[in-house]
């Protein structure tokens, strides 16, 4: 009966590791996608962005109740285009944006023009309109409760694009997060910890390229 149960731990082992390989090897193609589209330096700064998008995109891509809708879409260009500021040379930035989406089968001209559609639609949005929009595209999504953290910045970049919110007070902009929150059907905890760490990170990123500006000016 020992020797059974240390046989059924050894096959799950194997199939444990297995699969953590197969999940490592899939994501090495996904890397070697990318470097064959930008086959360019990557700045130190910006390289950890770069692979954890490359990786958190093929994890989603994995995932089968998680839908790319224009909220997704959404935070995923608030996220890159926040976090690539001052890239250089300014041409590459396309480029690897694009390199980023393709090797994970994401189409980046799909993403932009769902992002463009929504802050189009949110700029004359009122207090009340976007209540009826959330709550059909969360009919639209039905099975799909995967959450993930580019969908909270989605969220935060929904908010802070309506007119009723531009110079509102902090208070009253977290009602409405968590209110669209519920509407999506996340948990406004996990949303409201995703903003603030994207918040954080991007003022450590604007400091980091503060330091750098400096010390070249200073050569």
């Keep these: 009966m020992i020797?059974?149960?240390s046989r059924g731990?050894?096959?799950?082992?194997?199939?444990?590791?297995g699969l953590a390989l197969s999940v490592r090897a899939t994501i090495s193609d996904s890397k070697s996608d990318f470097h064959k589209e930008f086959p360019y330096v990557i700045p130190p700064?910006?390289?950890?962005?770069?692979?954890?998008?490359?990786?958190?995109?093929?994890?989603?891509?994995?995932?089968?109740?998680?839908?790319k809708d224009s909220i997704f879409a959404t935070g995923l260009i608030e996220i890159f285009s926040k976090f690539t500021s001052g890239y250089k040379p300014s041409e590459h930035v396309a480029k690897l944006f694009n390199a980023i989406c393709n090797c994970n089968g994401y189409n980046p001209i799909e993403i932009n023009s769902a992002s463009e559609q929504l802050l189009s639609k949110v700029k004359s949005y009122t207090k009340e309109d976007p209540n009826a929009f959330l709550s059909e595209l969360n009919i639209e999504k039905k099975a799909n409760d995967y959450y993930s953290r580019i969908n909270a910045i989605g969220i935060y970049k929904f908010v802070s694009e309506m007119p009723?919110?531009?110079d509102g007070k902090e208070e009253d902009i977290n009602?409405?997060?968590?209110?669209i929150s519920e509407l999506l059907g996340y948990q406004y905890s996990r949303v409201e910890k995703d903003i603030s760490m994207y918040k954080s990170n991007i003022e450590k990123m604007k400091q980091a390229l503060e330091i750098i500006e400096l010390n070249l000016t200073s050569k």
């Design 175 to 179: 009602k409405e997060i968590h209110n």
């Design 9 to 17: 731990k050894l096959g799950s082992l194997k199939n444990y590791l």
């Design 3 to 5: 020797l059974a149960k």
């Design 164 to 166: 009723s919110f531009k």
């Design 45 to 67: 700064i910006y390289r950890k962005l770069a692979d954890e998008l490359l990786v958190e995109l093929h994890l989603l891509s994995h995932q089968k109740n998680f839908k």
